[in-house]
T-cell receptor, first 112, second 112 residues
Framework: GQQLNQSPQSMFIQEGEDVSMNCTSS?????WLWYKQEPGEGPVLLIA?????ELTSNGRLTAQFGITRKDSFLNISASIPSDVGIYFC????????????FGKGTKLSVKP | NAGVTQTPKFRILKIGQSMTLQCAQD?????MYWYRQDPGMGLKLIYY???????DKGEVPNGYNVSRSTTEDFPLRLELAAPSQTSVYFC???????????FGSGTRLTVV
């Protein structure tokens, strides 16, 4: 079945640093989504990307839909302690079931 | 606007007991999903539904059952709890792709 490879698995950074994480797949996706999960909560949608090459920002977050439609990255600029959490990428192949394929997540820790 | 509501938030079961995890959404979404999340393993799809009366298996359906008698509700049933079912369970719903999912806040289940 379809799989997403998300890296890195975890990151330990200093407050103020920039962060970059990415997802790759052997399959083409029509939509890429990035979610953040805070401890004890469900994932929350951060950014949705609908077109190859698209670059979208949400505050300090920027995500891009790879031109090949097989990858996406998420950047966080000037990290702050509240950025701590697990970040998941997800791909939507556009099938009738509306199923998303999720990466295994990148756990971000920010040291004040 | 409550979104996706899951109950209970926490539960401890003994091996062999049964229980139902409740999930309700008030967004009139057709698609609903149940995921389990184990540490470092991301989100694995258990069952999903594309509308009332229609359900289908996901990646890890063994030991679970679902029903979808209304658009709003999508309960997950564990008939004979096993320690391998210790996990955090998330329910999600979505409208037509590619709008992404809305997740509930999760049910943390421990089977002892």
């Amino acid at each position: 079945g379809q799989q997403l490879n998300q890296s890195p698995q975890s990151m330990f950074i200093q407050e103020g640093e920039d962060v970059s994480m990415n997802c790759t797949s052997s399959s083409i996706f029509n939509t890429w989504l990035w979610y953040k999960q805070e401890p004890g909560e469900g994932p929350v949608l951060l950014i949705a990307l609908y077109k190859a090459g698209e670059l979208t920002s949400n505050g300090r977050l920027t995500a891009q839909f790879g031109i090949t439609r097989k990858d996406s990255f998420l950047n966080i600029s000037a990290s702050i302690p509240s950025d701590v959490g697990i970040y998941f990428c997800a791909g939507d192949s556009g099938g009738s079931q509306g199923n998303l394929i999720f990466g295994k997540g990148t756990k971000l820790s920010v040291k004040p | 606007n409550a979104g996706v509501t899951q109950t209970p938030k926490f539960r401890i079961l003994k091996i062999g007991q049964s229980m139902t995890l409740q999930c309700a959404q008030d967004m009139n979404h057709n698609y609903m999903y149940w995921y389990r999340q184990d540490p470092g393993m991301g989100l694995k799809l258990i069952y999903y539904s594309v509308g009332a009366g229609i359900t289908d298996k996901g990646e890890v359906p063994n030991g679970y059952n679902v029903s979808r008698s209304t658009t709003e509700d999508f309960p997950l049933r564990l008939e004979l709890a096993a320690p391998s079912q210790t996990s955090v369970y998330f329910c999600a719903s979505s409208g037509p792709s590619p709008y992404g999912y809305t997740f509930g806040s999760g049910t943390r289940l421990t089977v002892v």
